[in-house]
């Protein structure tokens, strides 16, 4: 089955409010903002308010990731392996829980492109907890793809038909792309996994199980989810070529 898509308003930064709170320290009263207090504050990734969950389908998570210019994210913890795509960059600095912040002086921004992917294994076995600042001008925004599960051996299961070059293949995910001209279609394909794609491009593509159509996706970013056990395509419905990730989550 194919579910639609949650489209999500961007997350806004706000300046938190000028309140007080008061701390005993040594049998004095001493006042600091409440802001400071809270920047301290961890929660698990998925409960980030710039970490939103979009897609809780275990063993599939997908965590929509917008951090807005001037910025910053609540202490975090990541416990899962993830898979990003990339759907556009900008200048951040990270500071990991009782560290301090990396530097970002010349606010550098990543050399990412809409639908580079990567990949932040380690997390399933060190967890890592820290917050992330937007000190860029641009919207800094991936779509996070997360394994609950245990990961498979690939040696345990049918691989199945990718119909594109596999750019990742480990324990967790299977990642590959596709690139349609217009009018094109890639399917019908099937898969043991559970799916997540990407519309990586401008242009204009459905995702399509069985004789269900979705929404089209046409914009960067825009997502689609295929359960395990029915065959689905993808096809291009747009004037111009259309690039689209497939995540595999084993």
């Known amino acids: ?7 999500l308003p961007s997350s806004s930064g706000r300046m938190a409010r000028p309140l007080l709170a008061g701390i005993v ?11 400071a207090l ?9 409960m980030e308010p710039r970490h939103r969950l979009v897609l ?6 997908l965590l929509d990731v917008r951090i807005q210019p001037g ?6 913890t990541h416990a899962e392996p993830v898979l990003f795509v990339a759907v556009s960059a900008s200048a951040t600095d990270t500071q990991p829980l009782g560290g301090e912040w990396r530097g970002n002086p010349t606010r550098r921004v990543p050399s990412w492109k809409p639908g580079t992917v990567f990949e932040s294994l380690d997390y399933a076995t060190e967890p890592v907890t820290h917050r992330v600042a937007n000190v860029g001008t641009g919207v800094f925004h991936l779509m996070g793809v997360f394994n609950t599960g245990a990961g498979k051996d690939s040696a345990a299961w049918n691989e199945g038909r990718a119909p594109g070059p596999v750019e990742n293949s480990d324990r967790w995910f299977r990642e590959w792309r596709t690139t349609l001209a217009p009018g094109a279609r890639n399917g019908p394909l ?5 799916v997540v794609g990407f519309l990586v491009s401008p242009g204009r593509v459905v995702a399509r199980s069985g004789q ?9 970013g825009d997502w689609f989810y295929h359960a395990p056990g029915r065959p689905y395509e ?4 747009g004037r111009e070529p259309a690039e689209v990730v497939v995540v595999e989550v084993r």
Do not use: C, K, Y
């Open 38 to 46: 809270s920047a301290q504050r961890v929660v698990p990734v998925r």
């Open 190 to 194: 099937s898969t043991p996994n559970p």
């Open 212 to 220: 269900v159509p979705l929404e089209v996706l046409h914009e960067v």
């Open 71 to 76: 910025d910053t994210s609540l202490f975090h």
């Open 1 to 7: 089955m194919l579910v639609r898509r949650i489209r």
């Open 234 to 237: 993808l096809r291009n419905v």
């Open 56 to 61: 809780d389908r275990p063993p599939v998570g």
């Open 25 to 35: 320290l040594g049998g004095l009263l001493t006042v600091a903002p409440v802001a």
